[in-house]
């Protein structure tokens, strides 16, 4: 698809905007205090279906109309919502049939948000008709500069199994299979445990059963519910496209440590632009770290292109055990490193902290104790660092390492009777991620089957299944020269979740030059010696070389002298592999000597705990440089650069980082 541009000019700076919920004399305050914080966009809408649509096909614009004025009057641009993540209480009463149902059978009540089944075809039908409405009314209206379809898709509803649904995966396995049930039988193994079907009519969603169900059932019925919900997407997509054609649309994504539901490697390309939503947890020691393989995977959702950080927040969230407030400069560091991983915008949920509702604690650009607050104040800093930062916009990211992320791998990887419950998708992508985030190396993630010839060096830390052509991909990468790193693990199962025989690590075997022919994950705590020093965890298997050379093996454990990390020449390029987790020393040491050898260099050397992070623009390099640390930092750069938040001319080469600060300098090609 032809992809439109936001017409915002600079970055974009703002957030969910609920004045629905202030008496109209708060209004004009909000206006007054988002012009002091340079807010140029907020999304409006999101939750105001009740309010719009009082009864079915009756609707009220009034408020709508009166807000989208006052912004236009004040010069803020309107990202439109579609209201469709809350449906009203008259819309269930009338069809209470398009009420999710759980895994157990229980039909959920409404009185929340998104409590709708994806397959309800009353709810496709009254989510696209106000779609239509807001798009027929709102196209022209010189407020409105983009369309936010829908809110966080799947966030409490990514599955449904009631019996429309059911009627749905049925339709879904028909077109994948080309409507060939013996086909559909080979791929899911019925013959184990007499679950061979003989008509369409008796496949059922994956409900709650005695015992371990089906591994290929439960894939299927994972990508089943992410397609469903993209359709739903897509619907409206294209009503508001019809009616507004040059006006661009997103929606929300989730890449966060605690959402897996959408496949977003198949979303991404029905958006003009992708956004994200960001939130961290409170118990993680280095959010830093998640915040920037986050920002990294939604780049690389995006083609590599900017993108729209949608929400984050200014301190706490509520929704957490317990909810902790962001430190002295948090607020600033978090966002601009959004901006450095690729975001051509910052917006946080919401504007106005709520006085009621179920999000009343959660924290807002306007804080609850008002503009005489820390909050308050960094808001309107961070608005200044923003219009500082315009001439960043459209600058693009400068990997060439690529992170192999793939959802149907993480989906099959984590269902139930595996070798380890203990092996988690994101921990392994994390631990991997870490070490070159903390050596300053700029990251891509690839899908298994994209176009590798821009990198050096690919890594699949956790790659369980994969496909054919995505397997003979990332090999051949290696056999034209490139540098290949696999994960314990990998390349196990394909696309149906069958073990591919003769041995691990199955479609990789031949590249990586080993075999394995048992598994031996280790128990919680466990740990093994290597001889190379350090320790290992989670994970061991015996490994004999067939033509690859080993270079750590164990000293401890029931596999003592058997190889744990080998490398093998492959082609004109080099395949890695690690049949364990090293301790994280020993993994960022191991990993340092992979990028070495595939002459991949930090973006810029810093002291530790100083991140630093490059786009690319036309004519210059920005060098972000965040101190995560606290004790700030001196950092060569060029003599010509300029740092842009503050405007001061480095002609003596060092820029200044102060502590737990940012510096962002401009350095012009030559």
Excluded at 427 to 445: C, H, I, K, N, Q
Excluded at 509 to 531: C, H, K, M
Aim: proline share 6%; aromatic share 10%; charged share 25%.
């Amino acid at each position: 698809m032809t992809r439109r541009e936001l017409n915002v000019p600079g970055l974009a700076y703002g957030g969910d905007y609920n004045p629905e919920q202030w008496p109209q004399e708060v209004w004009a305050e909000d206006m007054r205090l988002m012009t002091e914080a340079g807010v140029n966009m907020v999304s409006v809408n999101i939750f105001s279906w009740a309010l719009l649509e009082p009864a079915e096909g009756e609707y009220d614009f009034s408020l709508l109309d009166r807000v989208l004025d006052m912004l236009h009057a004040h010069g803020i641009a309107a990202d439109l919502a579609t209201p469709t993540a809350a449906p009203p209480a008259w819309f269930f009463r009338a069809h209470p049939e398009a009420l999710p149902v759980d895994r157990d059978g229980r039909r959920l009540s409404y009185g929340s948000r998104q409590t709708f089944c994806p397959s309800s075809p009353a709810y496709r039908e009254a989510a696209t008709r106000v779609a239509r409405v807001l798009g027929e009314r709102y196209a022209d209206h010189p407020a409105v500069v983009m369309w936010h379809v829908h809110n966080e898709y799947g966030c409490h509803n990514a599955e449904c199994f009631c019996d429309t649904s059911a009627a749905a995966f049925r339709r879904w396995l028909r077109d994948r299979y080309g409507d060939d049930l013996a086909a559909l039988n080979h791929a899911w193994g019925t013959a184990f445990w007499s679950q061979w079907y003989y008509d369409w009519e008796e496949i059922l969603p994956p409900r709650a059963t005695g015992a371990v169900p089906n591994p290929a059932h439960r894939l299927d019925w994972r990508r089943f519910s992410s397609d469903e919900l993209l359709s739903l997407c897509k619907a409206e997509r294209e009503v508001l496209e019809r009616a507004a054609p040059s006006v661009p649309a997103t929606t929300n994504f989730m890449v966060m440590y605690n959402f897996d539901a959408l496949d977003y490697w198949r979303w991404a390309p029905e958006l003009d632009i992708v956004s994200n939503d960001h939130y961290l947890r409170s118990t993680d020691p280095e959010s830093e770290i998640d915040i920037a393989l986050s920002g990294d995977l939604v780049r690389s959702l995006a083609g590599g292109r900017p993108w729209l950080l949608m929400e984050h927040s200014t301190g706490a969230v509520n929704w957490q055990q317990v909810n902790r407030a962001k430190t002295a400069g948090e607020l600033r560091r978090n966002a601009l490193s959004h901006v450095a991983r690729g975001a051509d915008g910052i917006a946080y949920f919401q504007w106005r902290a709520a006085k009621a509702g179920a999000e009343q604690w959660h924290s807002a650009m306007l804080p609850h104790a008002g503009t005489d607050s820390v909050i308050w104040r960094d808001v309107v800093r961070l608005g200044a660092d923003l219009r500082s930062l315009a001439e960043v916009r459209g600058s693009t990211g400068t990997a060439r390492t690529a992170v192999v992320w793939d959802w149907d791998a993480k989906w099959a990887l984590e269902l139930p009777s595996q070798p380890s419950e203990s092996v988690r998708y994101l921990d392994l992508v994390r631990s991997w991620y870490e070490p070159l985030w903390r050596a300053g190396v700029a990251v891509d993630f690839v899908r298994p089957d994209a176009d590798l010839s821009a990198y050096r060096l690919v890594m699949a830390p956790s790659l369980y299944l994969v496909d054919e052509a995505g397997a003979a991909n990332l090999t051949a990468f290696a056999q034209r020269g490139g540098t290949l790193a696999v994960g314990f693990h990998s390349g196990a199962v394909d696309e149906n979740c069958h073990v591919r025989l003769g041995g691990y690590p199955g479609a990789f075997r031949e590249a990586l030059g080993v075999r394995t022919d048992e598994l031996f994950p280790l128990l919680p705590g466990e740990t093994v010696g290597l001889d190379t020093g350090g320790t290992a965890s989670l994970w061991t298997e015996r490994v004999r070389l067939d033509g690859a050379q080993a270079v750590a093996s164990f000293t401890s454990g029931p596999l003592t002298g058997v190889p744990a990390v080998t490398r093998h020449a492959y082609g004109a390029g080099t395949a890695w592999y690690l049949a364990t987790l090293p301790d994280a020393d020993t993994l960022a040491a191991l990993l340092d000597r992979v990028r070495t050898e595939a002459e991949v260099a930090p973006v810029r050397a810093t002291p530790e705990g100083v991140e630093a992070v490059l786009r690319r623009g036309e004519d210059a390099d920005y060098l972000f440089l965040v101190d995560h640390r606290g004790a700030g930092a001196r950092v060569p750069v060029a003599r010509d650069a300029v740092e842009l938040l503050t405007g001061e001319s480095l002609e003596n080469g060092t820029v200044t980082v102060e502590p737990g600060g940012v510096a962002v300098v401009r350095e012009p090609h030559h």
